[in-house]
Antibody
């Protein structure tokens, strides 16, 4: 069974750093792209970026370029999304998802709620 | 960035009725348009890709059509589990984008 399991909810203060994770199981991890998607009540669903686990390709949405870093540790089948300095505007639900067909994502993690507040 | 505009914002229907949801793109996306369903507290679920192809395990009551800038998701006969929010998404140009969603609620 294909599963993407994300790390738990986080509450952080502005300026703090954070790294959330997404561990895949039940499929050939390095054969797929993984995306990170942000969801907020105000802006809806937004693509943060995507990473190819079979190589070194990473692509960021222009809105998130320079604001976050996407990485992976293939040895433990885990993708990451990290911030060096959080802002209140980073408060959102973040999902990881596996690409099924180019540009479409069939399996999703359960989501990680990130709350940034002083 | 391609903007996707969904209509209506909310659709109030009864179980058994037909639902027709629309998605309009700010420029042509060819047929590179998909649809997702999201229920409260859950992640999105892929229903349709490339305008008209059902994803694995998706019931036949869900169908998609359209090309260019105008697309439609049709649910032929609403089941109780179909009441949810539906999003369209394009993959023509990076960054891919989602529409703002259509909520299908029980009348």
């Amino acid at each position: 069974e294909v599963q993407l399991v994300q790390s738990g909810a986080e509450v952080k203060k502005p300026g703090e750093s954070l790294k959330i994770s997404c561990q895949g199981s039940g499929y050939s991890f390095t054969s797929y792209w993984i995306a990170w998607v942000r969801q907020t009540p105000g802006k809806g669903l937004e693509w943060v970026g995507i990473i190819y686990l079979g190589g070194s390709d990473i692509r960021y949405s222009p809105s998130f370029q320079g604001q976050v870093t996407i990485s992976a540790d293939k040895s433990i089948r885990t993708a990451y999304l990290q911030w060096s300095s959080l802002r209140a505007s980073d408060t959102a639900m973040y999902y990881c998802a596996r690409q099924a067909v180019v540009g479409y994502f069939d399996y999703w993690g359960q989501g990680t709620l990130v709350t940034v507040s002083s | 960035e391609i903007v996707l505009t969904q209509s209506p914002g909310t659709l109030s229907l009864s179980p058994g009725e037909r639902a027709t949801l629309s998605c309009r793109a700010s420029q042509s996306v060819s047929n590179y348009l998909g649809w997702y369903q999201q229920k409260p507290g859950q992640a999105p679920r892929l229903l349709i890709y490339d305008a008209s192809n059902r994803a694995t395990g998706i019931p036949a009551r869900f169908s998609g059509s359209g090309s260019g800038t105008d697309f439609t998701l049709t649910i032929s006969s609403l089941e109780p589990e179909d009441f949810a929010v539906y999003y369209c998404q394009q993959r023509t140009n990076w960054p891919w984008t989602f529409g703002q969603g259509t909520k299908v609620e029980i009348k």
